[in-house]
Every structure is written in structure tokens, then in C-alpha cells.
Nanobody
Framework: QLQLVESGGGSVQAGGSLRLSCTAS????????MGWFRQAPGKEREKVAY????????DYADSVKGRFTISQDSAKNTVYLQMNDLKPEDTGMYYC???????????????WGQGTQVTVSS
């Protein structure tokens, strides 16, 4: 089994920063693709950013490009999401997700953390 545990959420004012962490344990060989999704109240879950192939590549939602940075510490089995210049529309529950291949990732990751809340006030 693969376990994902997020941390780092909180409440900040617009323009502030937060760093989320997601640490994998157990079947860490299933983490070739790892990333972050978010869901705001009343909205569908959306992909925020992901990293793959040992940090060989990254991808971001247009809404966070230039403000968020995803990175990985393979030795710690941890993925980070540095969020700068936060906006009220970034508010939501942020979930870490992982899967072993692009095929699985594209169809919807199979492994999820419990989520961490991010609240940005204006």
C-alpha cells in the first residue's frame, strides 16, 4: 500500500505564501507521478501541479503558473508545493495524489492523501 500525508496548509492574506508537503510511505515505487489537486466549496476538483519521472518534468494549471512551484526530494519521498502571491481564489482543500504511470495518472490517480486546507483572505 501507498500512504500519502500532506502538511503545511493554513490561513494567509492575499499576497502571502505557503509551502505544502506530501510525504509518501509504503509502496513508494508507485510515486513516479505525484502532484497536487485542489477543491473549493461547490466546485469540481482541479489539477494544480504535478511532477514526474524523478523531477524530470513538471506541469502546472494555467491559473498557478508563475506563482506555484512543485519540487521533489526523492531521498525523503516528499513532494513540495511552494505557493507564492496567493489569491483568494486559491482557497480550497489541497490533496496530494500519486500513481505509477502516465496512463494511470491521466485516468485519475489511484492514491490520495487526506488533504490540507488552504484559506486565503482578501
Amino acid at each position: 500500500q501507498l500512504q500519502l500525508v500532506e502538511s503545511g496548509g493554513g490561513s494567509v492574506q492575499a499576497g502571502g505564501s505557503l509551502r505544502l508537503s506530501c510525504t509518501a510511505s509504503g509502496d513508494t515505487y508507485k510515486t513516479n507521478y505525484m502532484g497536487w489537486f485542489r477543491q473549493a466549496p461547490g466546485k469540481e476538483r482541479e489539477k494544480v501541479a504535478y511532477i514526474y519521472a524523478g523531477a524530470a518534468g513538471t506541469d502546472y494549471a494555467d491559473s498557478v503558473k508563475g506563482r506555484f512551484t512543485i519540487s521533489q526530494d526523492s531521498a525523503k519521498n516528499t513532494v513540495y508545493l511552494q505557493m507564492n502571491d496567493l489569491k483568494p481564489e486559491d482557497t480550497g482543500m489541497y490533496y496530494c495524489a500519486a500513481d505509477s504511470s502516465l496512463g494511470h495518472w491521466s485516468r485519475g490517480p489511484r492514491y490520495w492523501g487526506q488533504g490540507t486546507q488552504v484559506t486565503v483572505s482578501s
